[in-house]
């Protein structure tokens, strides 16, 4: 069980009680004086309860402008709360359903990772020259640890979920970053490509990047699975092993580098294996965040937020039905 900690902020005028804002599901709670005006609600709960509270409070918001709250992470509760296990009617199932997800805590979690700052650019340097330096050496162990770095999984995941979400705000700041990365890197690699001495279709690190197949495509889909679950449920313990597997580093600078060297119809192969990747790991993104219920706060967000959900996933199944083809069509390297 993972346990939080929710403070909310309100006026004394915003009488809240917590068993009828918790819907009776907070462990513990208590009142503090802030001001002669103010006042803060302390809240225990289990994190799958705690997007009802947040929701709340972003209602009451339009009464009262003042109203705010904070979560907390809690390693340990003492009693620990006993796991019982009602037999639940159909009402409640959808509930639990609809509160399984927390969706304002995945929202800020994958909002740190599309940050355009001096710490994202450095990593993306720093993995394309780990990832050159890899495939140069046809080293498996360095080229790996380009896939850890993985400086363009988080705006693939922040795609996914504006487009779940129908945030365009969110959905413009990922596809800004996830450009940008890209752009830095190919230009690197391009660099690295020209100046190398070497063929580059000899080496085999390369070379098994020109060729995409059909295994590609289910591993990019179960690797965005397994990288969306894993911010869902707060694993982040499984998150080296999703970077490995998504791969998006490595395919970009081959195709580069190919590129550089004067390898156009290999660099063309290269870049289909990461579009490949980014298609899967977006369409996986959006659809594991449907069946998980991450859901907009309101109901007319959330009937946009469907209509843009449909579109997107379209076009990622379009897309990725046209690589099928090309894979069966394309002669192997």
């Known amino acids: 069980m993972a346990f939080k900690k929710i403070v909310i902020t309100a006026p004394v005028e915003c009488a809240l009680k917590a068993d009828q804002i918790t819907?009776?599901?907070?462990?513990?709670?208590?009142?503090?004086e802030v001001s002669e005006h103010t006042y803060q609600l302390h809240l225990v709960m289990l994190s799958e309860h705690c997007q009802h509270v947040l929701d709340e409070v972003a209602k009451r918001r339009a009464t009262y402008a003042n109203i705010s709250a904070i979560q907390h992470n809690i390693d340990l509760v003492i009693p620990r709360p006993p796991e019982e296990e009602p037999e639940a009617t159909q009402e409640d199932q959808g509930k639990a359903k609809s509160n399984s997800t927390n969706r304002d805590e995945i929202y800020s979690n994958v909002s740190t990772t599309i940050d355009a700052n001096s710490k994202f650019f450095t990593m993306v340097v720093l993995s394309a020259i780990v990832a050159a330096t890899g495939l140069l050496r046809d080293d498996t162990a360095i080229i790996i640890?380009?896939?850890v770095i993985a400086p363009l999984l988080g705006p693939n995941v922040a795609l996914a979920l504006a487009t779940t979400l129908g945030d365009k705000q969110l959905m413009g700041r990922s596809l800004k970053l996830l450009i940008q990365g890209a752009i830095i890197a190919t230009v690197m690699s391009v660099a690295v490509g020209y100046l190398s001495t070497d063929n580059l279709l000899?080496?085999?690190?390369?070379a098994?990047?020109?060729?995409?197949?059909?295994s590609d495509l289910v591993l990019a889909l179960a690797s965005g699975t397994a990288a969306t679950l894993a911010i869902v449920t707060g694993q982040s313990g499984t998150l080296i092993g999703v970077m490995v597997a998504v791969a998006l580093m490595p395919p970009l600078v081959s195709a580069g580098m190919l590129a550089g060297s004067g390898h156009f119809v290999e660099a063309f192969r290269a870049a289909q294996l990461l579009l490949a990747n980014i298609i899967c790991v977006n369409l996986a993104g959006v659809l594991t965040f449907q069946l998980k219920g991450?859901?907009?706060?309101?109901?007319?967000?959330?009937?946009?937020a469907k209509r843009q959900t449909i579109r997107a996933t379209s076009i990622w199944i379009i897309l990725l039905v046209i690589l099928s083809f090309a894979i069966a069509d394309l002669p192997k390297s």
């Open 294 to 304: 991450v859901r907009p706060q309101y109901a007319w967000e959330t009937s946009k």
């Open 23 to 32: 819907n009776g599901e907070v462990l513990q709670y208590w009142k503090s």
């Open 208 to 214: 098994a990047r020109t060729n995409l197949s059909y």
């Open 202 to 206: 000899d080496i085999p690190a390369i």
């Open 145 to 147: 640890g380009a896939m």
